[in-house]
């Protein structure tokens, strides 16, 4: 094996450590926007891994699937933290 063969394997431990962790924060939360950040974090990791594997098969077809999930991941966290927005604006008002 080479140093390029260890480092991809580091590389995925800390990546499933990462998700592990950011699914702790998921499910205890305890705000919405917590969950928001763990969830995009998640998905950061995840298009990580995918880098990882596209580097440790030398299939470039990996990199397709990160980008995707980059875009995918980027727009669910715009969405989610305009829902997050509005929600906290309704609150407002309904204490006015």
């Keep these: 094996m ?3 063969d ?3 394997l580091l590389g995925f ?4 450590l990462g998700v ?3 699914s702790i924060r998921l499910i205890k939360g ?3 926007a917590d969950r928001i950040v763990a969830l995009d974090m998640m998905t950061v990791q995840l298009v990580a891994f995918a880098g990882l594997s596209a580097l440790q098969s030398r ?3 990996f990199l397709d699937v990160a980008v995707v999930l980059a ?3 980027f ?3 715009v969405c989610l933290a305009r829902y997050l927005e509005r929600r906290n604006a309704i609150n407002r008002e309904e204490q006015e």
């Design 6 to 8: 260890y480092a991809v």
């Design 71 to 73: 875009l995918v991941g």
């Design 59 to 61: 299939n470039a077809a």
């Design 13 to 16: 431990a800390l990546v499933i």
């Design 2 to 4: 080479t140093l390029l």
């Design 75 to 77: 727009l669910a966290t």
């Design 20 to 22: 592990a962790l950011a």
């Design 30 to 32: 305890p705000t919405l």
